[in-house]
Each structure stands twice: as structure tokens, then as C-alpha cells.
């Protein structure tokens, strides 16, 4: 999984960050947060 994050600049989405696994998607703005891509995905039933 790869994460994008976006933001909007004036009609239009602009790239800010990307993440793919065993990354973190880290931004400052609007507000500063760290999101581990790993902890979105559900644990696999065996």
C-alpha cells in the first residue's frame, strides 16, 4: 500500500508527501503528524 497526501492549491491537488511500506506519511501543515502506513493495515486471518 502507498499513501498520498494532497493539498488543495487554489482549483487544484498538489503533492505534498508519499509513503509506501515501512514508511511514515509525516506532515507540518495543516498540523504536524506522523502515520505509520503499517498501521492502517488490518492483521491477516490465518
Known amino acids: 500500500m502507498e ?3 494532497q493539498r ?3 482549483d487544484r491537488y498538489v ?3 508519499v509513503a509506501g ?3 511514515e506519511l509525516v506532515s507540518g501543515e ?3 503528524f506522523t ?3 503499517a498501521s492502517l493495515l ?3 486471518r490465518g
Open 8 to 10: 488543495l492549491a487554489g
Open 15 to 17: 503533492p505534498v508527501a
Open 3 to 5: 499513501l498520498h497526501l
Open 30 to 32: 495543516p498540523f504536524a
Open 42 to 44: 488490518g492483521r491477516r
Open 35 to 37: 502515520l505509520e502506513v
Open 21 to 23: 511500506p515501512g514508511r
